[in-house]
Structure formats: structure tokens, C-alpha cells
């Protein structure tokens, strides 16, 4: 019982989006049915897709958490930057696309307006719930970014579903005032074709947030450096140890959020015999284990600094 709750606390943010999504959805859903509204079935197909995402993140979630075996000697972690992949493609395919091709729908053939309090009623309610969602997701991307700037914290981050849920209802509310401002301004100017060009408005939205996604999404799936502060670190402590001459390069990749693989090129003290530059290796390896947590695989290689490749003997700059 402790670990399902504490599974719960650890993933609030998608429980949360969750059960105002699946919630939402309903609603709108209802109200498309009773007023006709092109807009409110658009954002009732973009609740079910946002309900769908968060689903499939809790599941990569669990899949990337399952230990090392013979096939995977490094852990299942990516799988859940895989799965933050189909997110983001399902946003695009799903939700812009059915967006966009019903508001067409409704521009090529408008149904007559009905009494709109139904569907101001279930807006208000969905920005309430979404505003709620949105303002979890925010507090934990705040707590986790530090003193970085947002933008840069989406970029360095190493954990999708700390921008994905942020991004997706941020969508979810600027798509809900489309929509209200849609169906206000089909009755005010008696126009049911304006509830189809918020329609496609909303679609569009989703389809930059997709495209945004996929391009964060990717870069983590390829396999991204830790972070530079870490890095700079590592070659300081490495570069500390009498008989290390010079350290060629530092190599990580995350294979997990918080699970990181570390390369290091070392140039040894040629008067270092075997017998000594071994337990060398392994006081480096304890230390770094120590000081940095997810270096959870360590490979230390004996290279002359002459023979270590130019290109990294930097560190590497940020980049998607």
C-alpha cells in the first residue's frame, strides 16, 4: 500500500492531468452533442488524447523502471522517452488533425446556432479543472528547474513528463479560450463558420506543441550529455588524482532521467605500473559514484593524451 501511494505522490502532476482530462472530456463531449459546436468537439477529442498521454507517460514510467538484464545491460530507461515520442505524435495525428479537418467540416457545411450557456458553462468548468492541472505542473517544473531560466530548463531537462503535462495544458487552456471566444463570436456576428476557424485555430496550437514535443523528445531518445556543471566537475575530480597527467575527454549520455553512463579517456602517469593505476581506477570510480548518485556505469580508459581524439577534448555544447 506505501509504494502505491508513494507512486501516486511521485506522479501527481499526470494523476492529476488525468483525472481532469477524462473528466473534461465528458463534458464536452455533452455539450458538442447538444449545442452542435465544432469547437467543443474538437476540444473534447483534445481532452481523450490528452487522457490517452498521460496513460502512455505512467506507462513508460513503469516499463523505464524495470533493472538491467542480458538484453539491456543499461537498463529499460529510454523507454519512457520512446513513449514521450508517441506523445507527442499522437497530439499531432490526433489532436491537431481531427481538429483541423472538423473545423473545415464546419466551414464547408454550418450547422445552425443553438442557446451557447451550455457550452460557456462547461468551459468555465474545463478552465478551472485545466487551471488546476496547469498550476501542479507548473509548481513542480518551477521546483525542479532551480534559478535556470524556463526555456532552458525545457531543454536541459532530462525528464519528459516535466514539460510534456506543462505543455499540454498549457495548450489545453489557450485552446479553451479560442473555443469560448469562437462561440461567442459565431452568435455575435451570427456566423456558426467562426466556431470552425477556432476549430482550426485549436489545431494549430496543437500541432506547434507536437511539433515542439517531438523535437525535445527526439533529442532525449537519440541520447543526450548530462549536464555541463556535471561534466566540468567530473574532469576537475578525475584531474585532481596524482598520476593522472591530463583527462582527454568526459563522454555521458542519460539513459534514464536520472540514470547517467560516463566515458572517461584518462592519460596515466607513464610510471604508473598496472598494480597501481587499477586501484587508481577504482578510488576514481568510488568517489564519482559518491559525489554524483546517477552515475550508475563507469568507464575509466588508460589513453595517451597525443592518441585521444581532438573533437572531445571539450565539453560538448547543449543542443537539440
Known amino acids: 500500500m506505501s509504494d502505491i501511494l508513494s507512486r501516486v505522490r511521485d506522479n501527481i502532476v499526470l494523476y492529476g492531468a488525468l483525472a481532469a482530462n477524462l473528466g473534461i472530456g465528458i463534458a464536452k463531449f455533452v455539450a458538442a452533442g447538444i449545442t452542435g459546436s465544432s469547437s467543443m468537439l474538437t476540444e473534447g477529442v483534445h481532452s481523450c488524447v490528452d487522457s490517452l498521454n498521460q496513460v502512455l507517460l505512467l506507462y513508460g514510467q513503469q516499463r523505464?523502471?524495470?533493472?538491467?538484464?542480458?538484453?539491456?545491460?543499461?537498463?529499460?530507461?529510454?523507454?519512457?522517452y520512446f513513449w514521450a515520442f508517441v506523445v507527442a505524435i499522437?497530439?499531432?495525428?490526433?489532436?491537431?488533425?481531427?481538429?483541423?479537418?472538423?473545423?473545415?467540416l464546419h466551414i464547408q457545411e454550418p450547422e445552425k446556432l443553438t442557446d451557447p450557456t451550455v457550452n460557456y458553462v462547461v468551459i468555465a468548468i474545463a478552465f478551472a479543472l485545466e487551471g488546476t492541472s496547469?498550476?501542479?505542473?507548473?509548481?513542480?517544473?518551477?521546483?525542479?528547474?532551480?534559478?535556470?531560466?524556463?526555456?532552458?530548463?525545457?531543454?536541459?531537462?532530462?525528464?519528459?513528463?516535466?514539460?510534456?503535462?506543462?505543455?499540454?495544458?498549457?495548450?489545453?487552456?489557450a485552446g479553451l479560450l479560442v473555443a469560448g471566444l469562437g462561440v461567442w463570436a459565431s452568435h455575435a456576428f451570427d456566423d456558426p463558420r467562426i466556431d470552425g476557424i477556432a476549430s482550426i485555430v485549436i489545431g494549430g496550437i496543437l500541432a506547434a506543441v507536437a511539433v515542439l514535443l517531438a523535437r525535445e523528445a527526439k533529442g532525449l531518445l537519440i541520447g543526450e550529455r548530462a549536464d555541463p556543471a556535471t561534466i566540468a566537475r567530473i574532469r576537475q575530480m578525475v584531474a585532481a588524482y596524482p598520476g593522472?597527467?591530463?583527462?582527454?575527454?568526459?563522454?555521458?549520455?542519460?539513459?534514464?532521467?536520472?540514470v547517467v553512463f560516463v566515458a572517461i579517456s584518462a592519460d596515466f602517469d607513464d610510471a604508473l605500473t598496472m598494480g597501481e593505476a587499477e586501484p587508481l581506477i577504482e578510488r576514481i570510480e568510488a568517489e564519482l559514484r559518491e559525489t554524483f548518485?546517477?552515475?550508475?556505469?563507469?568507464?575509466?580508459?588508460?589513453?595517451?593524451?597525443?592518441?585521444?581524439?581532438?573533437?572531445?577534448?571539450?565539453?560538448?555544447?547543449?543542443?537539440?
Do not use: C
Open 64 to 80: 523505464s523502471r524495470r533493472a538491467p538484464d542480458a538484453a539491456h545491460p543499461f537498463g529499460y530507461g529510454r523507454e519512457l
Open 90 to 104: 499522437l497530439i499531432f495525428a490526433v489532436g491537431a488533425g481531427v481538429s483541423i479537418y472538423e473545423g473545415w
Open 134 to 173: 496547469w498550476t501542479l505542473a507548473m509548481r513542480e517544473f518551477a521546483a525542479a528547474k532551480g534559478e535556470i531560466g524556463w526555456w532552458q530548463a525545457v531543454r536541459e531537462s532530462k525528464d519528459p513528463t516535466t514539460f510534456i503535462v506543462l505543455f499540454e495544458d498549457s495548450a489545453a487552456l
Open 244 to 258: 593522472i597527467s591530463a583527462v582527454n575527454h568526459v563522454r555521458t549520455v542519460h539513459t534514464a532521467p536520472e
Open 293 to 320: 548518485p546517477s552515475l550508475k556505469s563507469i568507464y575509466i580508459r588508460p589513453e595517451r593524451h597525443e592518441d585521444a581524439p581532438a573533437a572531445f577534448n571539450q565539453t560538448p555544447s547543449s543542443g537539440r
